[in-house]
């Protein structure tokens, strides 16, 4: 492989869908009778690709043909037409998607489970806002709630609505699939999830709850079930504010790539969705592999840090055979040593 692939970031994320795809056991090939052209992984992969870079099937076809290293990785001989990769993501069982999409808290090893939940709208349509003000056009949008974990900022699972449903019956079903992925330990919710029956079903499965109640005027004797009186007795402000990083999960995703969805079905709608959470699933775990070296070198002293940094790059020039570079390298570490005392 290049050594410039190695560097490449779309080549991470190449290796870490492919990590997932494995782990999900998923056969190169559903049909044995298949021309075996390109297999299931590949169509995958670049689907999600095509999804984090958030361009059309013809356009997306047309920058493969730059990304050598991507070829490289993925063992394409030929660049796939682009009729290739619509009718593929229309093939796609949702199934599979959701396997992967729940399969990456376990990849990164999550025990215990932060469980936020909450809900958000992808426009069906790319018309502007003053377009649809100056027609008095009603926007549609396609509704998803997910449930994701606050601590590591990934998403487990997601409910998928095509028309505007209220958020609150997919609290505790969308608690239920998570819990049977990784043991969920505190579900927060807003206030549209305020409701008695959320906090019963949840404490029936071992799940603590922390919803807002509403009405915060209404004295406490006149507000209605158990949890929710204890809601307003005693309830944990600086655990609840963990919250908000699902709304920081949805402005990356809408930044990253985008709030509205091209395709013009339910079933590549949902695909469509799916493989955007898993884009963004894959950016999430590649940089918290950075922010978690970041850290582990800021907690090192001085003299261990730059000793730790001269074994990495001593490794870097053994892997590319440069070891004649060693000595120089020793010197600048050493410079950089002294400078800083």
Not at 229 to 237: D, V
Request: proline share 3%.
């Amino acid at each position: 492989m290049a050594i410039h692939s190695m560097k490449s970031f779309y080549v991470k994320m190449c290796r870490t869908l492919l990590r997932i795809i494995t782990r999900c056991r998923i056969p190169r090939f559903l049909f044995p009778k298949s021309n075996h052209i390109y297999s299931v992984w590949q169509h995958l992969v670049l689907l999600a690709l095509r999804q984090y870079e958030s361009k059309s099937y013809r356009r997306f076809a047309d920058l493969l043909q730059e990304c050598t290293g991507i070829q490289e990785y993925l063992g394409l001989e030929t660049i796939p037409h682009y009729t290739t990769l619509q009718k593929a993501a229309a093939r796609l069982e949702g199934t599979i998607l959701h396997k992967m999409l729940s399969e990456f808290v376990l990849y990164k090893k999550v025990r215990l489970v932060l469980a936020g939940i909450d809900g958000t709208g992808f426009s069906y349509s790319t018309a502007s806002y003053y377009y649809t003000k100056r027609i008095n056009l009603r926007r549609k949008f396609l509704k998803i709630v997910l449930c994701a974990d606050m601590n590591s900022q990934l998403v487990c699972t997601v409910a998928i609505h095509h028309d505007m449903a209220h958020d609150n019956p997919d609290f505790l079903p969308l608690l239920e699939q998570t819990n049977q992925i990784v043991p969920v330990d505190i579900a927060l919710g807003d206030m549209g999830f305020d409701d008695e029956n959320n906090h019963v079903g949840a404490k029936k499965i071992g799940i603590h709850t922390v919803i807002p109640t509403r009405y915060a005027d209404v004295p406490i004797w006149r507000t209605g079930g158990i949890h929710r009186k204890e809601m307003k007795r005693n309830f944990p402000i600086n655990l609840y504010h963990q919250r908000n990083k699902s709304e920081t999960i949805y402005f990356v995703t809408k930044q990253l790539m985008s709030g509205d969805i091209t395709s013009r079905n339910y079933t590549t709608q949902d695909n469509e969705i799916l493989l955007r959470l898993i884009a963004y699933n894959v950016y999430r775990i590649i940089k918290l592999e950075f922010v978690i070296l970041i850290w582990f070198l800021q907690g090192l002293s001085c003299s261990v840090f730059f000793s730790t940094l001269q074994h990495i790059f001593l490794l870097i020039l053994d892997r590319f055979n440069l070891k004649k570079y060693a000595s120089c390298l020793n010197i600048v570490i050493m410079s950089l040593g002294i400078c800083i005392h």
